[in-house]
């Protein structure tokens, strides 16, 4: 009977030790250092969602302790109207709204690990269109297109097909370039502020005032548009797939276009080009740390060599400028090594304003 007690103790004792490295082995896996991993929450631009996918990305937070695990929302949806209580991170695409958030939440620190500066993708047709046009201009490899030049013809609501010797895309579709929702998106807040700095004299808009002015200007360029997509992902997938039919022309990321090529799958092909706006804008990735967690991210963000070339991989630029051109001149990707004529966003609240009174206009139009 003593027996088989002892057995039976013996029995459960053996199973609460094995259940016991069973859940240490777990809380370590992937953690090199061999300690219980810190479970970081964050809400990102959607823009960034493959690089957090990434297994390379996951295995260097989780060797350096961090869990990371990230919901997606667009960036003025997270300075506005986004719950960030339960977040030890904010991670929005651009300075603007990262800077709402920082002030709102009272933060003294941000950290900017990457950036990416707006390109308009196209097809090589449409941009020898444009060049004979007088709007773009081919440079080695890739066009820049005069901001200042597509308002003229979108003042005039001019259409493809009144553009000279063009046959090679005669549609009565209006020349506009498709965005994503400027309600929602930092893309098509960063296209906003292009077009205002351009509208407005080429001076960055500076208060709400100087934004009603230039407005009716620049509005046309999304409420002509019709639906948009919230994410940026969205057109940049027709673009890819369904072509030049439905998106001649589409406001993206360089980082997109940069991530895609690089996979050499054939989905980028030779007729697919970059048109880079004059003046241009960078969209400075920024992540405002809400919790110690969350800051123990963000500095391992900017710091860590492994995390910046693999954002790299992910098509962007870091403060390693002759890494990137590596990377992409390794995969045959030409693009401008350095950027001229780049100008900044406005603040938030001239930004905000602007995007309100467009809100306000797209909902009396569907009214």
Not at 116 to 136: C, E, K, N, W
Not at 148 to 165: E, F, G, K, S
Not at 234 to 247: A, C, E, R, S
């Amino acid at each position: 009977m003593k027996r088989t007690a002892a057995l039976l103790l013996a029995a459960v004792l053996g199973v609460g030790v094995l259940a016991a490295i069973f859940i240490s082995i777990r809380g370590r896996a992937g953690n090199a250092s061999g300690q219980p991993l810190t479970v970081v929450r964050g809400v990102i631009g959607s823009e960034k969602q493959p690089f957090f996918s990434d297994p390379e990305v996951i295995r260097v937070f989780r060797n350096n302790g961090l869990d990371v695990r990230v919901d997606t929302a667009g960036s003025r949806q997270i300075a506005t109207s986004f719950d960030l209580s339960h977040y030890d991170f904010a991670f929005p695409a651009g300075v603007p709204a990262a800077e709402k958030i920082r002030l709102s939440r009272k933060v003294n620190t941000s950290y900017s690990p990457f950036y990416t500066p707006m390109a308009i993708a196209s097809f090589r047709p449409i941009a020898d269109l444009l060049v004979t046009a007088g709007v773009a201009k081919a440079e080695a490899g890739y066009y820049t297109f005069d901001m200042q030049a597509y308002l003229q013809l979108v003042a005039r609501n001019a259409r493809w097909r009144d553009l000279p010797n063009n046959t090679a895309y005669a549609v009565n579709n209006s020349i506009l370039i498709t965005s994503t929702d400027v309600r929602t998106s930092n893309s098509a807040a960063m296209y906003l502020a292009l077009a205002s700095y351009v509208a407005n004299g080429n001076n960055i808009v500076q208060d709400p005032a100087q934004g009603a002015a230039v407005l009716p200007k620049v509005e046309p360029l999304f409420l002509r548009q019709g639906f948009t997509a919230t994410s940026s992902e969205g057109p940049f997938q027709d673009y890819l797939t369904i072509g030049m039919g439905k998106t001649p022309m589409v406001m993206i990321y360089e980082a997109q276009f940069v991530a895609q090529a690089a996979l050499n799958d054939g989905s980028i092909t030779k007729d697919m080009v970059l048109m880079y706006p004059t003046p241009t804008i960078y969209s400075k990735h920024t992540i405002v740390p809400l919790t110690a967690a969350g800051d123990r991210a963000g500095r391992l963000l900017q710091s860590d060599p492994d995390l910046q070339r693999l954002a790299i991989k992910h098509g962007f630029r870091t403060n390693d400028a002759s890494a990137f051109n590596k990377f992409v001149s390794a995969h045959k990707v030409v693009l401008p090594s350095t950027l001229f004529n780049v100008i900044e966003p406005p603040s938030y609240e001239a930004l905000e304003s602007m995007i309100s009174t467009i809100e306000q206009h797209m909902k009396g139009a569907s009214s």
